[in-house]
């Protein structure tokens, strides 16, 4: 038996102040004799026995009062081996640690971090139980990999309970979020598997109780932790063990991403900060610092973010060479240092090469089907648009090599050529763009036996987006508005592509007029992305994703001989979001969270059929020998 607060213990002397009040109260007073009261000293001396032991009920109840009273301030402590007498308590218990390795747990108190007191709870555990209960078998799984445990039902008194200690002093809180449904549910489905293990069972949690890993964004992170705890088997008792400190302020930098998909050499484009206080009291005047290769920038300080809130900041930046390049935000290191920084990975090119297939070239700059197209995204002159755009015809096309290009556009184009279009669908499988506007020289039963469903090149599932059917042209001035024809409807969802036509009253809707367009039947896995206005809501623009590439079909030219799109203001802002949906980010691939899978593809005609596994070498040392 021990004393939380042994100091406290003193405290049981004022027991003796209950008994002192007892004897104090039976001071003997002068006895004066009278006739009246003969009767009620006759019926004392009856029942002086019963008031006798009434009053020492009394007082050993006042004294047990006081006692337990000072026992509750100084919390005694029982181990194991003070109850080793109790009927079962010769009985094996498992010990099932589950420990919260998150993030979270560097959050630092004072000089300790809530991962130090947690490590620390669960080696007193550990020795304890070495000391009273070395048969009890051990269960240790930390959150970061809570299928693995680094002990399994290993008796407390073993040594290897002692490696396992000594390998956690070297390791510390990881990058990961916890999941906690996911942590106990693991540990339950272990418990529901074991045959051999003790009857009766202790689930220790060992957590900071981080609001946001055990309430979760949605409120039902605790009735996931519940279901999974009713799942466990009889005689299963659940302890959780704060490890948290009292501190909780910390500032976040909780994303930084570029505004724009594509970053270019030379064009500025916005990055976006968002900076979170997680504390309980108002922070401001926050400073940040951006970092990219040799620069470094200070940001204009965040004047007030509040208690619980996010903030965004914008700012503008250029890089001035291509390349892979890296930018860092940092906010000033606070009492949770992982999340001061953030980082993010960009490939900047120095121009989206986008290779226009103009299917009727002409001699001046603005004739062909492509003219007015190129025009949009490459003007010339000091307007730097990031866009290369190299204008090739149908015969040049069975000679230009694709890997080049980013994006590839076919303006009118009768037909893709069927010697090269598996090369094409290979290309877009690999993540290049293709788009194809539709105008009177689109020859659809030559598409579609090149890349439509079935075809040699295309697959299966085809590579086009739709089926093209038969065309339809309208009368001239037929379909009121000025010139004539079918204006758009209202975009069902936001997209890209179509951003500028957003909003019932855009005057764009009305302003775009299509005087002729094919029918077309989408894809099950396309989106129609914009439609027409008219009876039966024909696609005007159809989506859709072809492995890691997309393909876009646009039911117009991009010239003037089917709508009045190409003369419309939003005609060169939609064609450069054209061209940065097809595409790929400056930022795929090159950003993966803590935890996720690298995935890789590997070309096996090019790497050898055998491969060898090298163990991680440790710091300054030479890789370890495979297992």
């Given at each position: 038996m021990s004393l939380v607060h042994p100091l406290l213990a003193w405290g049981l002397g004022l027991v003796g102040v209950p008994i002192l009040i007892h004897l104090l109260a039976r001071r003997r007073f002068q006895v004066v004799r009278w006739a009246a009261m003969d009767l009620l000293l006759q019926a004392h001396k009856h029942n002086r026995r019963r008031i006798r032991l009434e009053h020492l009920l009394v007082l050993l109840l006042r004294c047990l009062a006081v006692a337990l009273v000072v026992l509750a301030v100084a919390r005694p402590v029982s181990t194991s081996g003070a109850l080793a007498l109790l009927p079962g308590a010769g009985e094996a218990i498992e010990r099932v640690v589950l420990l919260d390795d998150s993030g979270s747990m560097g959050h630092r108190t004072g000089r300790t971090r809530a991962w130090d007191r947690a490590r620390d709870a669960v080696r007193r555990l550990a020795d304890d139980l070495r000391r009273d209960r070395p048969g009890d078998p051990l269960t240790l799984v930390r959150?970061?990999?809570?299928?693995?445990?680094?002990?399994?039902?290993t008796p407390a008194g073993n040594e290897r309970v002692d490696a396992a200690l000594r390998a956690l002093e070297q390791q510390g809180p990881t990058a990961l979020s916890l999941d906690a449904p996911r942590l106990v549910g693991e540990a339950v489905r272990r418990m529901q598997a074991e045959k051999d293990a003790p009857g009766r069972r202790v689930l220790y949690v060992v957590t900071d109780l981080r609001r946001g890993d055990w309430l979760g964004a949605d409120g039902q992170v605790p009735r996931a932790v519940a279901a999974a705890l009713r799942a466990a088997p009889p005689e299963t008792r659940a302890l959780f063990a704060d490890a948290g400190g009292d501190d909780a302020a910390n500032l976040s930098l909780t994303a930084l991403e570029a505004a724009e998909p594509l970053v270019t050499a030379g064009v500025p484009v916005e990055l976006v900060v968002r900076l979170a206080?997680?504390?309980?009291?108002?922070?401001?005047?926050?400073?940040?610092?951006?970092?990219?290769?040799?620069?470094?920038?200070?940001?204009?300080?965040?004047?007030?973010?509040?208690?619980?809130?996010?903030v965004e900041v914008r700012h503008p930046f250029t890089?001035?060479?291509?390349?892979?390049?890296?930018?860092?935000?940092?906010?000033p290191e606070d009492a949770l240092p992982l999340d001061d920084a953030r980082a993010l990975a960009l490939e900047v090119r120095d121009v989206v090469r986008t290779l226009l297939v103009d299917g009727a070239p002409g001699l001046g700059p603005l004739d062909?089907?492509?003219?007015?197209?190129?025009?949009a995204l490459a003007p010339g002159g000091e307007l730097q648009t990031g866009v290369d755009a190299a204008v090739v015809g149908p015969d040049a096309l069975r000679?230009?090599?694709?890997?080049?290009?980013?994006?590839?556009?076919?303006?009118?184009?009768?037909?893709?050529?069927?010697?090269r279009a598996g090369e094409l669908a290979r290309w877009v499988e690999r993540g290049g763009g293709l788009a194809l506007f539709l105008g009177d020289r689109?020859?659809?039963?030559?598409?579609?036996?090149?890349l439509g469903p079935g075809s040699a090149a295309g697959g299966a599932g085809g590579l086009l987006p739709v089926g093209i059917g038969r065309r339809e042209v309208l009368p001239a001035g037929a379909g009121g508005g000025d010139g004539g024809g079918r204006g758009l409807l209202a975009p069902e969802a936001a997209h890209p592509l179509v951003s500028v036509f957003l909003g019932e009253r855009n005057p764009f809707l009305a302003r775009v007029r299509a005087r002729a367009w094919f029918a077309l039947a989408p894809a099950p896995e396309a989106t129609v992305v914009l439609r027409l206005d008219d009876a039966e809501r024909t696609p005007f623009v159809v989506e859709r994703t072809v492995g890691l590439g997309r393909v876009v079909v646009l039911n117009t030219s991009a010239d003037l001989e089917a709508s009045s799109w190409a003369r419309d203001p939003s005609f060169p802002v939609t064609a450069h979001e054209l061209v940065r949906r097809l595409t790929p980010p400056s930022a795929a691939g090159r950003n993966l969270a803590a935890g996720a899978p690298i995935v890789r593809r590997i070309n096996p005609a090019r790497v050898a059929p055998q491969a060898q596994l090298e163990r991680p070498a440790p710091a300054g040392g030479a890789p370890a020998p495979p297992p």
């Amino acid at each position: 038996m021990s004393l939380v607060h042994p100091l406290l213990a003193w405290g049981l002397g004022l027991v003796g102040v209950p008994i002192l009040i007892h004897l104090l109260a039976r001071r003997r007073f002068q006895v004066v004799r009278w006739a009246a009261m003969d009767l009620l000293l006759q019926a004392h001396k009856h029942n002086r026995r019963r008031i006798r032991l009434e009053h020492l009920l009394v007082l050993l109840l006042r004294c047990l009062a006081v006692a337990l009273v000072v026992l509750a301030v100084a919390r005694p402590v029982s181990t194991s081996g003070a109850l080793a007498l109790l009927p079962g308590a010769g009985e094996a218990i498992e010990r099932v640690v589950l420990l919260d390795d998150s993030g979270s747990m560097g959050h630092r108190t004072g000089r300790t971090r809530a991962w130090d007191r947690a490590r620390d709870a669960v080696r007193r555990l550990a020795d304890d139980l070495r000391r009273d209960r070395p048969g009890d078998p051990l269960t240790l799984v930390r959150a970061s990999r809570p299928d693995v445990p680094d002990l399994y039902l290993t008796p407390a008194g073993n040594e290897r309970v002692d490696a396992a200690l000594r390998a956690l002093e070297q390791q510390g809180p990881t990058a990961l979020s916890l999941d906690a449904p996911r942590l106990v549910g693991e540990a339950v489905r272990r418990m529901q598997a074991e045959k051999d293990a003790p009857g009766r069972r202790v689930l220790y949690v060992v957590t900071d109780l981080r609001r946001g890993d055990w309430l979760g964004a949605d409120g039902q992170v605790p009735r996931a932790v519940a279901a999974a705890l009713r799942a466990a088997p009889p005689e299963t008792r659940a302890l959780f063990a704060d490890a948290g400190g009292d501190d909780a302020a910390n500032l976040s930098l909780t994303a930084l991403e570029a505004a724009e998909p594509l970053v270019t050499a030379g064009v500025p484009v916005e990055l976006v900060v968002r900076l979170a206080n997680r504390g309980a009291a108002p922070v401001f005047d926050v400073p940040l610092v951006l970092e990219a290769g040799e620069a470094r920038v200070p940001l204009p300080p965040v004047a007030r973010v509040d208690a619980r809130a996010e903030v965004e900041v914008r700012h503008p930046f250029t890089f001035p060479a291509a390349g892979s390049r890296a930018v860092v935000v940092r906010c000033p290191e606070d009492a949770l240092p992982l999340d001061d920084a953030r980082a993010l990975a960009l490939e900047v090119r120095d121009v989206v090469r986008t290779l226009l297939v103009d299917g009727a070239p002409g001699l001046g700059p603005l004739d062909g089907e492509a003219g007015m197209l190129r025009m949009a995204l490459a003007p010339g002159g000091e307007l730097q648009t990031g866009v290369d755009a190299a204008v090739v015809g149908p015969d040049a096309l069975r000679e230009v090599e694709l890997a080049p290009f980013q994006a590839v556009i076919a303006c009118d184009l009768e037909a893709w050529p069927d010697a090269r279009a598996g090369e094409l669908a290979r290309w877009v499988e690999r993540g290049g763009g293709l788009a194809l506007f539709l105008g009177d020289r689109t020859d659809a039963a030559a598409w579609a036996r090149a890349l439509g469903p079935g075809s040699a090149a295309g697959g299966a599932g085809g590579l086009l987006p739709v089926g093209i059917g038969r065309r339809e042209v309208l009368p001239a001035g037929a379909g009121g508005g000025d010139g004539g024809g079918r204006g758009l409807l209202a975009p069902e969802a936001a997209h890209p592509l179509v951003s500028v036509f957003l909003g019932e009253r855009n005057p764009f809707l009305a302003r775009v007029r299509a005087r002729a367009w094919f029918a077309l039947a989408p894809a099950p896995e396309a989106t129609v992305v914009l439609r027409l206005d008219d009876a039966e809501r024909t696609p005007f623009v159809v989506e859709r994703t072809v492995g890691l590439g997309r393909v876009v079909v646009l039911n117009t030219s991009a010239d003037l001989e089917a709508s009045s799109w190409a003369r419309d203001p939003s005609f060169p802002v939609t064609a450069h979001e054209l061209v940065r949906r097809l595409t790929p980010p400056s930022a795929a691939g090159r950003n993966l969270a803590a935890g996720a899978p690298i995935v890789r593809r590997i070309n096996p005609a090019r790497v050898a059929p055998q491969a060898q596994l090298e163990r991680p070498a440790p710091a300054g040392g030479a890789p370890a020998p495979p297992p």
